[in-house]
Structure formats: C-alpha cells, structure tokens
C-alpha cells in the first residue's frame, strides 16, 4: 500500500491533530491553516486524505464543513471519529500573575468555554483565531498579558503554561471529525472500537405541509435508526433548505435504495455523502498546571 497523505487543520497542536494521530497508523502528515484550505487540497489531489471538524457536543455542527463539502467541493466520508475535548487556558511562560487584557482562540472554543470566560474574564478583548494551535502560538509571541485556549499540546509546543485546565463549560464535550477523500481509498489506522455510520443529504422539491414528516417515514418504517437530522440553507433563496441525515447503519443494497426511491416519487433528491466506520477514541492527555 503506497503512503497515505493526510492533511488536517493546523497548525500542529491543533484538536484536529491529536485525532489524527491517535487514527492514523503512520502516513505523510501536512497541515492547513482553514477548513476550505484542506479540503481544496483533497480536491486538487494535493493529498488524499483531509480530516477536519465536524460537530461539538456543545456548540454543534461546524456549518463551514458541511457546507463545503456540498456545495464547493466532489468528496466522499470515508470515516470519523469522536474524540474527547479539554480546552485550557494558556498563558506565556514568563506569566507571574500579570492581568490578562486579550485572550485567543478559535470561535468554537471560545464558545465552548462561554461561562467561564463571563465569569472570569468580564469585558476582556475576545480574538478568534483559525485555530486553537494558532491562538497558542500567538500568546507565546505576544507576552504574558495575553493568553489563549487550546490543548496541553499547543502548550508544549509553544512552551506555555496551564493557568487553568478543564475550562470548557460542560464535561461532556466531545467533537466529531470527519475524514474525506475524493478517490476513496483504504485507509492504514489503528484499533479502535467503532460502528458503521452512513450520512445523505436530502433535499425536497418545495416547502409543503408534511414534508419532512414523510421523509422521516421513509426510514421509520424500515426501522432505520436516525441519529442525527440537521436542515441547512440551499443558498437560493429564503426557505430552501437541504437536510443532513445520518443512519446508525451501513449502506446496504436493499433498505437505502428502497428509501431513494420512495423519496423520489416524492419529488425528493437523496445524495450519499458516505457510509463509513465510526470511530470512538479516547486520548490520553496528561495536564502539567503551572
């Protein structure tokens, strides 16, 4: 099997990067600075393989993904997996206790430490970052009145202390990364227990009354299970949306084409965006506080 190229969301340090090493059993590793960045490059062939952010048990799905991958670029899900998230705030190594005037990170985390930053930080100046290893790198070049949110590996990284660890708002904070390709190939990854997964894009004919009621029915009667049902705007107009369906199965040749076609006597439009192995994996991530 020649070399799997990976690409993610970087720089390293990035959330994004502890997931794909704790997959990945070996491979070519480049980073981007944006989620369109990698995925333009799985596009052009420049890698095979992109993983980037999916959706945060907190905050929810990250709208820039889905949408790219429906209306910019041709890319299958060919596998994902969710990993635990610990967000700390980090602050430059020569901090002695220095009021802390800015703080870092991308919006997602911001959002995911919302009432500790309220609580804490009152008025303090909010910068988003692209990434969380970017906001790290900035607090490190930036002196100890500024402080950004990220991992313990942006920390060692850029040699910043944990003032404070586990500053996301709720324990359960999780986040789900989706890996791409345009050629689906085998991917070389490590043990991990997972299930199977298959993710359509549905989109109806117009607004009518029951709609979406008879789409769900489609899979209901099959007894399909639906984890998760999610509308997004079609970007032609106000009140044309496309729905985001994952099924707790794989695609098989029987159920899904038999929910296609009941879907298109509808007048409905069922997409496959990829069936696939769902991975859970834990990461070990050791937290040295300053």
């Known amino acids: 099997m020649e070399e799997q190229t990976i690409g993610y969301l970087g720089p390293k340090g990035t959330?994004?990067?502890?997931?794909?090493?704790?997959?990945?059993?070996?491979?070519?590793?480049?980073?981007?600075?944006?989620?369109?960045?990698?995925?333009?490059?799985v596009e052009e062939g420049e890698i095979t393989t992109g993983?980037?952010?999916?959706?945060?048990?907190?905050?929810?799905?990250?709208?820039?993904?889905?949408?790219?991958?429906?209306?910019?670029?041709?890319?299958?899900?060919?596998?994902?997996?969710?990993?635990?998230?610990?967000?700390?705030?980090?602050?430059?190594?020569q901090y002695n206790g220095e009021k802390?005037?800015?703080?870092?990170?991308?919006?997602?985390?911001?959002?995911?430490?919302?009432?500790?930053?309220?609580?804490?930080?009152?008025?303090?100046?909010?910068e988003y970052?692209?990434?969380?290893?970017?906001?790290?790198?900035?607090?490190?070049?930036?002196?100890?009145?500024?402080a950004a949110i990220g991992n313990h590996l942006a920390a060692e990284r850029n040699q910043l202390k944990?003032?404070?660890?586990?500053?996301?708002?709720?324990?359960?904070?999780?986040?789900r990364f989706a890996?791409?390709?345009?050629?689906?190939?085998?991917?070389?990854?490590?043990?991990?227990?997972?299930?199977?997964?298959?993710?359509?894009?549905?989109?109806?004919?117009?607004d009518y009354v029951g709609a979406l009621h008879q789409v769900l029915a489609a899979f209901a009667w099959r007894k399909m299970n639906l984890s998760k049902i999610e509308s997004r705007p079609l970007k032609t107009g106000l009140g044309n949306y496309y729905f985001i369906i994952d099924v707790e199965q794989a695609y098989d040749q029987i159920m899904f084409p038999g929910v296609k076609a009941e879907l298109e006597a509808l007048g409905c439009q069922m997409k496959l965006l990829g069936t696939y192995p769902s991975y859970q994996i834990s990461l070990h991530t050791p937290v040295k506080k300053a």
């Open 51 to 93: 993983v980037v952010p999916l959706e945060n048990a907190i905050e929810g799905s990250v709208h820039l993904t889905i949408d790219y991958l429906v209306h910019y670029v041709n890319q299958s899900i060919i596998a994902e997996m969710t990993v635990p998230i610990k967000q700390h705030l980090l602050v430059h190594s």
């Open 162 to 175: 944990i003032l404070e660890d586990n500053i996301h708002d709720y324990d359960n904070n999780h986040t």
């Open 179 to 206: 890996v791409v390709q345009k050629n689906p190939k085998t991917l070389k990854v490590k043990d991990h227990p997972h299930k199977q997964k298959t993710t359509v894009m549905i989109t109806l004919p117009q």
């Open 129 to 146: 970052t692209t990434s969380t290893a970017k906001a790290a790198e900035i607090a490190a070049s930036s002196g100890p009145k500024v």
């Open 15 to 41: 959330f994004t990067k502890m997931a794909v090493d704790a997959l990945f059993d070996g491979g070519n590793f480049i980073s981007y600075e944006s989620i369109p960045a990698c995925l333009d490059a």
């Open 100 to 126: 802390i005037e800015r703080i870092y990170s991308h919006s997602q985390a911001i959002a995911q430490c919302h009432q500790y930053l309220h609580k804490n930080f009152p008025g303090i100046k909010i």
